[in-house]
């Protein structure tokens, strides 16, 4: 059965720094791509980052770029998000999701995690 399960999420100021963790289980890691997404309420489900399967390949957000990091860990099985001088609309729940031998910044993925709450207040 495969799980992703995300940590690191909580309330910070704005200008503060996050470190989110997605652990996959139940899945041959190094096949997939992987991204994050999150989800602010009454919006829609967006993308943030993606990374290939070997991490050389990396998409981010305008809003994001120069702010946030993704990386990976295929021997851990584990990506990352670091989030630095995060902002009030950074606010939202933040999604892994994998996507086998491949990536994308759609929202088409195989598996996603449950999900993270990010506040970042003002």
């Known amino acids: 059965q495969v799980q992703l399960v995300e940590s690191g999420g909580g309330l910070v100021q704005a200008g503060g720094s996050l470190r989110l963790s997605c652990a996959a289980s139940?899945?041959?890691?190094?096949?997939?791509?992987m991204g994050w997404f999150r989800q602010a309420p009454g919006k829609e489900r967006e993308f943030v980052a993606v990374?290939?399967?070997?991490?050389?390949?990396?998409s981010y957000r305008d809003s994001v770029k120069g702010r946030f990091t993704i990386s990976r860990d295929n021997a851990k099985t584990t990506v990352y998000l670091q989030m630095n001088s995060l902002k009030p609309e950074d606010t939202a729940v933040y999604y892994c999701?994998?996507?086998?031998?491949?990536?994308?910044?759609?929202?088409?993925?195989?598996?996603w995690g449950q999900g993270t709450q990010v506040t970042v207040s003002s």
């Open positions: 999701a994998a996507k086998l031998r491949g990536v994308t910044t759609l929202a088409e993925y195989d598996y």
């Open positions: 990374i290939s399967r070997s991490g050389g390949s990396i």
């Open positions: 139940g899945l041959t890691f190094s096949w997939y791509g």
